[in-house]
């Protein structure tokens, strides 16, 4: 069959057999080959790739009704459009949408990661940039291809282009970076998008120093007196300007009447020279408005501070000299998004290096930075208000003013240099420094109190006069600065000290309560080299964050740059509402929005980063809720398997809406809940039910999974027509009988005895047993993230695995000597099992037969859950204590000797595996703080790098 369509379909037409068309109407082919085929031939006879593209545009609609083995088929001529740089733009923009949604999330990260990736790296063509910062397109590859995906594989780009100095969409990709924060929550932005970019305000580009600074050490009045089209440049992000100072090149004494003034009002920007900053300012000044202020304070501050003090104290260095101006530029940017009161404490009282430089100036004393200096110093004592700066910051004003008597003597209506004073202290208290921190100072605080604090104020403003009038610049009439100042900022709300005390104790005293708010305060959440994870049984939770991490690789990856995992157990958040103990729980792919199922029979949803209590209680259930999960709603692709490790499908095309709180990947989802003699599945948006399935009076449910049905031409969900419409739950009852239930139509569609403990003509017998287990695996390469195989362990030890499409039997062998207690696929070619036998093994998949690759012993009680993270470690769980097991080691994927792949091999009549010690290691035990009740289960969140655990108390 597969000869037959290389030969018809081959792009060489003297090599295509066309003798072999009649058979396209024969049994050999399915119905749908025969468009399939028509498309390829008319594809491989077009001889542009523009011709090719319209073709395809044409057929797309057509194409993406065709089953798997179809779409497996057309999808290389398809995905070429995506490498050709005069149709990628095309293909992206209109062409993806159709394919993803078609293929699902799994199999859309798997086959289009590498291809975006490609395509975001180019640098010959950045027009296509463009299109790629429109947020309709970076939604779409959120829901596409999953969030995990995209922070590993594209969010890094978007990342990088930021950093560069002569981005040509850098205010674009700002906005874009701002709207990504807001989609992937304030934890994941800041370990993604604000950390890795922070670092980048020290990019500097290094100029002469003598070209960035225009301060004399003997005259200071050349740096204004260039023209006035370059002390009027507009603020951007390459350069700061300015305070439209005006300068006259006719008169000497210009006339307030035609000029504008420098008033209060137009001092909060400062000429700089138009020294070139890194746009990067603009975009942090961005992103602290979107995080908001607790970000600010607790990731910004303690950043930018440092370095601060570092870069102003060193030597003579234009790089440090860029560095400093670029934080105090961004210090500027981030003090509109605070509160008063917490400017106050964080840059003032309990941080003075920004006004502490008045004391200590730059040891590279140029006009830049002097100014910049001055500028973030009246922002700060403008944004605190009147009262307290007088208390808080008034001293160091008059401290740095009154050096300027010891530099500089009054004769009459002039003032001279004294000659025995040093050059360097000149250059830094020099005319400028009045003009741009004195005089707004004055205009800020009032006359009577600026003359009654600064016994050198005759001083300082005739040397302002005398600079203004030699350079032309026109100011506001400092005698028309009255004293009634004071009390107009009073009546404007200006608070006393004492209620500016009281305000920053009060935030002081801020504990966070959110888990969020927790996370970003955590110490040790965003070491680069640390690791975090979370005990939370949201009945009685635990949060416990660590050091080391896993390997890099991500989904795909396999830990190339793997690090042991260390715990320090600590308690971070509790969640508690349930009245009796939890026995199961899922999450979301954006890993916001939690289901949990209680023995209260209730099942909750919680928005686990936005509230302590429940979203909303589920209260339709009779019995003890035994299994909850998340699942694909109308049009969605989300299969159970690739909940925790990739992310969501498409919207629902019924819900415009999202779940509150939920992520856009998270869009379209339902929730379904089990208890023993019921299935619901039900809308966590409008909270109501969709369907139900009852089980038979006989019998009751054990579990369920959601999963997509195949796309082979028979079987469950056939492209044969008559079969299931792709959503559907297979739930195992106690009968030891898999039921398959189509959640559209709310029937059940088809029934799976599983022949635990005998096989007709094998005689052998491990006991009757039921089914404890049930895990469905995902094909990695499938078009649509369909179902392969279904394996359920029972109550005897041993594991079947049946073909999902077909309900055939696979495979039965005795895996463990008491009972299979949890099941988790590892893609499609492994799994691991767990026993009350209290060991766990790792199987090979692959070949005819499963092949224990690996046992962890040493657990002391009954196995009770699994979750992986990512391709590095499986946790488990047992008692109140849980086991994180390296699975990132090539060796327990080696073959034992004496096993072979065979795709021939014949079923064995008695198939039971042997254990073998030189395949064995002990699994080291962990207590979770002070957690006594057992463990019920737990769920790995690898994005927010936390461990979530239910128990039962």
């Known amino acids: 069959m597969a000869r037959v369509v290389r030969t018809l379909t081959n792009p060489v037409p003297s090599q295509r057999n066309s003798s072999l068309k009649e058979v396209l109407h024969s049994g050999m082919f399915p119905q749908y080959f025969e468009p399939l085929y028509r498309f390829l031939y008319r594809f491989h006879a077009l001889e542009t790739w523009a011709d090719r593209l319209a073709h395809t545009m044409r057929s797309i609609h057509g194409l993406m009704s065709l089953p798997e083995d179809g779409i497996l088929l057309v999808m290389p001529a398809i995905q070429a459009f995506f490498t050709i740089p005069s149709t990628r733009t095309v293909a992206i923009l209109h062409l993806f949408e159709p394919l993803a949604s078609r293929l699902g999330t799994k199999a859309s990260a798997?086959?289009?990661?590498?291809?975006?990736?490609r395509l975001y790296d180019s640098d010959e063509d950045r027009t296509i940039h463009h299109h790629l910062l429109e947020m309709s397109v970076i939604e779409n590859f959120l829901q596409k291809i999953g969030l995990t995906s995209f922070i590993e594989t594209l969010l890094p780009c978007y990342v990088n282009w930021a950093k560069e100095r002569n981005y040509p969409y850098q205010e674009t990709l700002s906005l874009s970076l701002s709207e990504m924060c807001s989609h992937l929550g304030r934890v994941l932005a800041v370990?993604?998008?604000?950390?890795p970019l922070l670092p980048a305000i020290t990019r500097v580009s290094v100029f002469p120093i003598g070209a960035s600074s225009s301060a004399s050490s003997t005259s200071s009045s050349s740096s204004l007196s260039s023209s006035s089209s370059n002390m009027t440049r507009a603020h951007s992000s390459s350069s700061i300007t300015t305070i439209p100072i005006t300068s006259s090149s006719s008169s000497s004494t210009p006339s307030s009447s035609s000029t504008p003034t420098l008033s209060s009002a137009s001092s909060s920007s400062i000429f700089l020279q138009s020294y070139p900053?890194?746009?990067?300012?603009?975009?942090?000044s961005m992103l602290a408005e979107t995080l908001g202020p607790q970000v600010v304070v607790q990731h910004y501050i303690p950043f930018l501070l440092p370095l601060l003090q570092k870069h102003s104290s060193r030597s003579r260095s234009a790089k440090s000299e860029g560095v400093t101006l670029n934080i105090l530029a961004l210090i500027r940017g981030i003090i509109p998004y605070l509160k008063p009161a917490t400017v106050l404490r964080v840059l003032v009282v309990e941080n003075t290096q920004v006004v502490a430089m008045l004391l200590n100036p730059p040891s590279s004393p140029h006009m830049p930075v002097l100014v910049s200096l001055a500028q973030t110093i009246m922002?700060?004592?403008?944004?605190?208000?009147?009262?307290?700066?007088?208390?808080?910051?008034?001293?160091?004003?008059?401290?740095?003013?009154?050096?300027y008597t010891d530099l500089y003597e009054q004769t009459g209506e002039s003032y001279e240099i004294v000659p025995e004073s040093d050059p360097r202290l000149r250059s830094i208290y020099c005319v400028e420094m009045i003009l741009y921190l004195y005089y707004p100072f004055a205009q800020f605080l009032g006359r009577e109190m600026v003359h009654t604090e600064f016994f050198n104020y005759n001083l300082l403003e005739k040397m302002l006069l005398q600079h203004a009038k030699q350079n032309g610049i026109v100011l506001s009439d400092l005698p028309?600065?009255?004293?009634?100042?004071?009390?107009t900022q009073q009546q404007a709300g200006d608070p006393s000290p004492a209620k500016q005390d009281q305000q920053s104790k009060k935030d002081d005293e801020f504990q966070p309560t959110l888990l969020w708010e927790k996370l970003l305060a955590h110490p040790s959440s965003f070491d680069d080299a640390g690791m975090m994870t979370m005990d939370d049984n949201l009945h009685h939770a635990t949060i416990t964050p660590g050091g080391g991490g896993p390997g890099q690789g991500g989904a795909g990856g396999g830990g190339a740059l793997h690090a042991p995992l260390a715990f320090n157990f600590e308690v971070l958040h509790t969640l508690r509402d349930h009245n009796q103990a939890i026995r199961s729980m899922a999450v979301t792919p954006s890993e916001r929005l939690v289901?949990?199922?209680?023995?209260d029979n209730t099942v909750r949803l919680w928005n686990l980063f936005n509230s302590n209590k429940p979203a909303y209680v589920y209260t339709e259930h009779t019995n003890t809720v035994h299994t909850v999960q998340f699942m694909a709603g109308r049009g969605g692709s989300m299969s159970s398997s690739a909940m925790m490790m990739m992310g969501g499908g498409p919207p629902s095309s019924h819900h415009q809406q999202q779940v509150p709180g939920a992520a856009p990947c998270d869009a379209g989802i339902y929730a379904a809940s089990a208890d023993h003699s019921n299935i619901h599945v039900w809308d966590p948006e409008t909270k109501s039910k969709l369907t139900g399935f009852v089980c038979d009076p006989s019998t009751h449910y054990l579990g369920f999974e959601p999963f997509r049905a195949g796309g082979g031409s028979g079987g469950i969900g056939g492209g044969g027509g008559g079969g299931a419409s792709g959503q559907l739950l297979i739930a195992s009852t106690s009968d030891s009988t898999l039921i398959v239930s189509d959640v559209t139509s709310g029937m059940d569609v088809s029934e799976w005895m599983i022949p635990f403990g005998q096989h007709a003509g094998h005689g052998y017998s491990w006991g009757t047993g039921h089914i404890k287990a049930i895990a469905v695996a995902d094909r990695d390469f499938s078009s649509s993230s369909s179902a392969t195989w279904v394996v359920a362990g029972s109550s005897s030890g041993a594991i079947c695995s049946v073909d999902s499409r077909t309900g055939s039997l696979i495979h039965t062998w005795k895996g463990?000597?008491?009972?299979?207690?949890?099941?988790l696929p590892y893609g499609h070619k492994y799994l691991f099992s767990a026993s009350a036998d209290r060991t766990v093994a790792l199987w090979d998949m692959k070949g005819a037969l499963p092949i224990k690759l690996w046992q962890w012993r040493g657990y002391g009680d009954f196995v009770s859950s699994l979750s992986l993270h990512r391709n590095d470690y499986l946790f488990t769980s047992y008692g109140h204590k849980i086991s994180v097991l390296d699975i990132s080691d090539p060796e327990i994927y080696t073959q034992p000797s004496g096993y072979e792949h065979s795709s021939t091999r014949s079923f064995s009549a008695q198939y039971h595996v042997q254990s073998n010690p030189d395949r064995e290691s002990r699994a080291e035990i962990h207590r979770l703080g002070q957690m006594k009740s057992n463990i019920n289960t737990l769920a790995m969140l690898p994005l927010h790098r936390l461990l979530l655990v239910a128990n039962e108390d």
């Open 110 to 117: 798997l086959k289009f990661r590498s291809i975006l990736r």
């Open 595 to 599: 289901l949990t199922g209680s023995k």
């Open 480 to 487: 028309h600065i009255s004293a009634t100042t004071t009390d």
């Open 277 to 284: 900053l890194h746009p990067i300012v603009t975009t942090l």
């Open 191 to 195: 370990r993604h998008i604000l950390h």
């Open 379 to 403: 922002d700060i004592a403008r944004h605190i208000a009147r009262n307290a700066c007088i208390t808080h910051m008034l001293k160091f004003f008059i401290q740095f003013f009154a050096n």
């Open 816 to 823: 463990h000597e008491a009972a299979v207690t949890r099941l």
